[in-house]
């Protein structure tokens, strides 16, 4: 196994304000998954106010609230610099819900509180009429050779994409973007997704692709029969959920 000179260093980005949702949980995962195939990786946490470093492997923006988001885009766009230098020098971006909009040029609150975002993406966010809440299964672009992930949304934002973006999928149950059926963004070394779950821990090899992009090579298998059968079971009830919620809506409407 080629050893790598330095530790993957997991950068966990605002956690204070982009943390609601409980995606710390993707930066423990990333961390785990390195230590058990005798990986060297650290977990560097980047707290609220303070500049984010260009040094990172791996940047993970979770969820957040409105207000968090506003202090978050803050502080994000203050290291705008720092991180296009990251992603410029191959650092893997894993962006969920509120740290996902704020890559795209702007997000429209409920309020029509206007937010620039990064504009890494070129995409735009505004709220929606209605939360986008429960669980959600998505088709993931054939291109990652994933199978498909599993996660739960708590969402009032719609995500548009501009017309040379590709979604992370196509949304088999749940809400995702809520505009064109599909998820999240997939752009070289950036991910974005509506996937709360947290998304890693529900979805290994998602972990493991992104680990493989850190590390420029494959990786040794690992147990993974617990978290696989658990995406299993999710996929199974959020899309008979799904199933369910097309039989009822067509026997409303057949009235
Ligand atoms: N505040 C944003 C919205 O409601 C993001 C929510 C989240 O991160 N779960 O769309």
Same mark, same amino acid.
């Given at each position: ?21 409980? =995606? ?12 058990? %195939? ?32 506003? !202090? ?50 070129? !995409? ?39 017309? =040379? ?52 090579? =494959? ?26 919620? %097309? ?9």
């Amino acid at each position: 196994m080629v050893s790598r000179a330095s530790a993957v260093r997991v950068g966990l980005v605002f956690p204070e304000l982009l943390g609601t949702y409980g =995606d710390r949980g993707n930066a423990v995962v990333l961390v785990e998954r390195c230590r058990r %195939r005798g990986i060297d990786a650290e977990l560097v946490e980047v707290a609220a106010g303070a500049p984010i470093p260009d040094s990172l492997d791996v940047y993970l923006l979770g969820g957040g609230e409105d207000d968090s988001q506003v !202090m978050a885009a803050a502080g994000m766009r203050e290291s705008s610099a720092a991180i296009e230098r990251a992603q410029h020098s191959g650092a893997v971006i894993l962006a969920v819900c509120a740290g996902f909009q704020l890559l795209g040029h702007r997000y429209e609150a409920r309020g029509g509180e206007q937010l620039d975002g990064l504009g890494l993406v070129d !995409m735009t966010t505004a709220a929606g009429p209605s939360r986008l809440i429960g669980e959600v299964v998505v088709e993931p672009d054939p291109s990652l050779r994933i199978p498909t992930l599993s996660g739960f949304e708590n969402h009032g934002g719609r995500t548009r994409l501009g017309p =040379d973006e590709h979604p992370l999928g196509r949304v088999l149950a749940g809400g995702g973007n809520g505009v064109g059926g599909v998820d999240g963004v997939l752009r070289e070394r950036i991910i974005g997704t509506y996937l709360h779950g947290p998304v890693l821990p529900r979805n290994p090899a998602l972990a493991d692709l992104l680990l493989t992009w850190v590390l420029g090579r =494959d990786l040794e298998p690992v147990d993974d029969r617990l978290p696989d059968e658990l995406r299993s079971l999710r996929v199974a009830a959020a899309t008979a959920t799904g199933w369910r919620a %097309r039989v009822r809506d067509f026997k409303l409407n057949r009235g």
